[in-house]
């Protein structure tokens, strides 16, 4: 058979080979083909986020840097402050942050939306010293704000998904300082979720999101489904 090659041609019996060979790979090709497109088309269901058989409640908790809110009533403040101790005495303002935490809760109703509520607290202090470095006056500040709140997801991976959010309520705010008795107001509460990043499985997730509003402008935190 190879001399037959070699001089240019192919005898009989290797043409029915090559025949028989070619017929069976076309044969079995589709069936390959097939079970090919079978195994994408699982890999692709298995990485999507089936919210019909996973746990449709959600509570997580965060902490966070500070809001926007409390960022600029800071600011607000530590001006005012500034500009009344600059007109009497050369005063200086010492302004610390505690913290901002949440409480959040979610029910899954499909696989885009998830409508719930959160609750923030937010707190900071402020100190003024006068030139000695005497105190002369400490502010305590408190926000808390309950809001409720939904969620809008737009990509939905069974462990990764990307959402925003929208959040409207009540603040209370309580500031305590020294010199004065304590002072409470009541506000209307707005937060908006820019981007939120959920991982994690069916039981245990993780939670990073960026916020303008009442909640903190970067958080983390950890949750459950059940």
Known sequence: ??????????????????????????????????????????????????????PRNEISTSIGTVSAFGGIFDMFKVVIEGVANGLSKNYRTDTKFIGTYGLDYYYQVNSWCRPGAKVVYEGLTTSVYDTTNVLVNHYNTSTLSIMPSVQFSYLNRKYVKLYSGLDLGVAFIFDDNKQ???????????????LGVRVGNDKIFGVVETNIGMDALIKGGFGVRF
Do not use: R, W
């Open 1 to 54: 058979m190879a001399t037959n090659i070699i001089n240019g041609g192919i005898d009989m019996k290797t043409k029915e080979i090559i025949i028989a060979f070619a017929i069976s790979a076309l044969t079995i090709m589709p069936f390959f083909a097939f079970g090919q497109e079978q195994d994408t088309v699982l890999e692709s269901k298995s990485q999507k986020f089936d919210y019909t058989s996973a």
């Open 180 to 194: 004065n008795s304590s002072v409470s107001s009541t506000l209307f509460a707005f937060n908006l979720t820019v």
